[in-house]
């Protein structure tokens, strides 16, 4: 079946710009993550959806970053005044309801110019 | 403050060779721990998992010894073959809000030369 899918696969921006980058899960995982993986470094979790909401965002690292599931499924995660410090891999995982197990998507390689 | 210590950071091995890949943990909350393994420009792939409540788990030529009183645990890759050669990351998980926030060690860069 299909995977976890993300888009764009790279994205370029300006300092300053608006960017979102979407998440579709494995069709009928209700569990949703988003990470953030720096350069030779382990991913870092953002913020995990149960359905629609947000359960936990404790590792939004601040407010010009926010994410929305509003059907519960394809997720969009959204930076506002993007800096070359955001420049990453932003990857999205999802699980299935009572496992334990997270399948991650390739990512969207960010880079802030 | 890094919550999964993970060493070594690079690792040359020959074929047909064990991989060992150590990681420690200092959050006595954490209940699953699980191995990822990475392939440049792909996300991350579950490759084995383990509880504390077992000391070894194996699986094919993966296996990971847990150690619960020293709160560390390690991979080890048996006969290792060249298509092993990618990036592998220990996690460690604890529930919040209802759902599996993972913690990530820093990577182990995995090299099997034939």
């Known amino acids: 079946g299909a995977g976890v899918s993300q888009t764009p696969s790279n994205k370029v921006t300006e300092k300053g710009k608006y960017v979102e980058l979407r998440c579709d899960p494995i069709s009928g995982h209700t569990a949703l993550y988003w990470y953030r993986q720096s350069l030779g470094q382990g991913p870092e979790f953002l913020i995990y959806f149960q359905g629609t909401g947000a359960a936990d965002d404790s590792g939004l690292p601040n407010d010009r970053f926010f994410a929305v599931r509003p059907e519960g499924s394809v997720s969009t995660l959204k930076i506002q005044r993007t800096e070359r410090g955001d420049s990453a891999v932003y990857l999205c995982a999802s699980s299935a309801v009572g496992t334990d197990t997270q399948y991650f998507g390739p990512g969207t390689r960010l880079t802030v110019l | 403050q890094q919550q999964v210590k993970q060493s070594p950071q690079s690792l040359i091995v020959q074929k047909g060779g064990i991989s060992i890949i150590n990681c420690a943990y200092e959050n006595t909350a954490f209940d699953y721990f699980p191995w990822y393994q990475q392939f440049p420009g792909k996300g991350p792939a579950l490759l084995i998992a383990i509880r504390p409540d077992v000391s070894e788990k194996k699986e094919g030529r993966f296996t990971i010894s847990f150690n619960k009183s020293a709160k560390q645990f390690s991979l080890h890759i048996m006969d290792s073959q060249p298509g092993d050669s990618a990036t592998y990351f220990c996690?460690?998980?604890?529930?919040?809000?209802?759902?599996?926030?993972?913690?990530f060690g820093t990577g182990t860069q995995l090299k099997v030369e034939l």
């Open positions: 996690a460690a998980r604890v529930v919040s809000g209802g759902g599996n926030k993972l913690t």
